[in-house]
């Protein structure tokens, strides 16, 4: 027997499915109707991850909110902790969705298993971490091994923070007047590699190289 629905909650079945979908399988989704004052689960996926089925009883803090008469007021919440059933850390948020009288009639819910996130974020601290130097007169080794054009333009990504083909027109301008300040243009070949890096054509930063030395940047 197929479970009532309250019509304004129909939308969003299609959804749930869409949402499961496109966020992967670390994600549950869940629309509950509560309705009737009572709670029913009318979509899930990913119901694993806290292990539910559309069975499931409401949490106590859907209880909270069916039963709050602040819960009126909000229309969301998110990023919100979570636990799964086995002690899982999880990230969720909830949509309260009424009718066109603001009766609370459902909940959409989205619960992200921060398992694997986790995992990811102390492989990310281990690589990142450095011990520093303790010899007084040396705190970080430098190596030397880069020369010429590409010494250069590891000048320039330092100095404005991004690979060059990312900056737009007037930082390109900025960025080719800081290498001409440092002779980059002297050097045999310093055009072509330039306009690898940037994405540009040869002919784009003659005229930004003449533009800039006769002063109009």
Known sequence: MLKKV???????????ELLGKMLGSDYEIVLHDVSDGDTSIVALVNGNLTG??????????GKFLMSDPRSIEVDYIANYPSEAGNGRPMRSGVALIKDEEDKLVGFLC???DMTKASILKDMGDFMMRTIPLSFESVKTEKFSG???????????????GKPLNFLNSE??????KF???LGFFKLKGSIESLAKEMGRS???LYADLRSVRDGHD
């Open 110 to 112: 989205i619960n992200f």
């Open 146 to 160: 880069i020369k010429g054009h590409e010494s250069l333009i590891e000048k320039a990504r330092k100095k404005f």
């Open 202 to 204: 040869r002919y784009t």
């Open 179 to 181: 290498m001409d300040s």
């Open 171 to 176: 930082e390109r301008k900025q960025c080719i």
């Open 6 to 16: 309250h019509p304004v909650l129909l939308p969003f079945i299609p959804v749930v």
């Open 52 to 61: 539910r089925d559309v069975n499931a009883p409401m949490t106590d803090f």
